[in-house]
């Protein structure tokens, strides 16, 4: 079901006319400016426990088949009633980074897992803006534009709907962070041309190895047994190479 999965993930009915997409990002020019985010973020937190709590009934449910389906998350569904605890704070992304490498962050990590998306969580339906937040580090450099941040921003300037993460997210929505994106087909050549060329290529995915739903995952590199992927739900997933048969089926755009 929408919500047995991350909830929210999928693609508005008007994208899905197209069968291959992909998004690449560009070197930018400015940093965005988090300051009112992040004061607005660690200053209501309380607001946000609130929504949450308006939904808990769904959020619990949703939680129980994340754990049963993703064994990594039992820690961060184990801690959901202390949400509380993380909600609010500050969030210090430096030694989660290394300079020169696409950084993983995990959609349910407890920093800014429990904060509301939508009527979820990004720890349930926050993989779009995740995949965001590592791309936007990755050529920024720039530490404040966390998923938290980045769910914030997704909500705010409209790049989310009841079907989850706009897609025009990828296209229109990065030019205010300094990317940009594009669409590309689904094929094994261009997906390692732009890869070449320094992007990153956001996917959307079928039901199979990384969802029973809907999912964003990033490719940032590729090499003679596969693609590389950074998961934002599953370390397991951004451990080994994907080869092209493997993945190709289960990209529902790019």
């Given at each position: ?9 999928i693609?508005?009915?008007v994208?899905?006319?197209?069968y ?12 965005y ?5 992040q ?6 937190f309380?607001?946000s426990l ?7 009934e769904n959020i ?10 993703n ?14 605890n993380?909600l609010?704070?500050?969030?210090d992304?430096?030694h989660?980074?290394?300079i020169g ?10 920093r ?9 969580i ?14 936007y580090?990755?050529f920024?450099?720039d530490?404040n ?6 769910a914030?921003?997704?909500?705010k300037?409209g790049?989310?709907t009841?079907?989850g993460?706009?897609?025009?997210l990828?296209?229109?929505g990065l030019?205010a962070?300094?990317?940009s ?9 261009s997906?390692k041309k732009?890869?070449d ?16 739903s809907?999912?964003?995952?990033l ?15 599953r370390?397991?997933?951004?451990s080994?190479t994907?080869?092209?048969v493997?993945l190709?089926?289960q990209i529902?755009n790019?």
């Open positions: 079901s929408f919500w047995q999965d991350y909830g929210g993930e693609l508005p009915t994208n899905h006319l197209y291959q997409l992909t998004a690449r990002y560009d070197l930018p020019v400015s940093k400016d988090f300051a009112a985010l004061e607005e973020n660690e200053t209501t309380a607001e609130s929504s949450v709590d308006a939904d808990a619990t449910e949703a939680l129980s088949e994340l754990v049963k389906n064994a990594e998350a039992a820690d961060f569904v184990a801690d959901y009633p202390n949400r509380q993380y609010g704070q500050s969030i992304l430096t989660d980074v290394i490498q696409v950084p993983l962050f995990l959609q349910w990590d407890k800014w897992g429990y904060v509301s998306f939508g009527d979820s990004i720890g349930l339906s926050g993989c779009g803006p995740t995949c965001l937040s590592m791309a580090v990755y920024t450099r530490l534009g966390t998923p938290r941040e980045m914030s921003y997704c909500e300037n790049y989310y009841e079907s993460t706009s897609w025009s990828w296209t229109d030019s962070l300094g990317l994106g594009e669409e590309l087909s689904l094929s094994e050549n997906m732009a890869l060329q320094g992007k990153l290529i956001v996917c959307s995915m079928r039901p199979g190895d990384f969802t029973t809907g999912h964003y995952i490719l940032f590199d590729y090499d003679d047994t596969g693609f590389c992927v950074k998961d934002p739900n370390v397991s997933n951004s080994h994907w080869d092209y493997t190709s089926p529902k790019l």
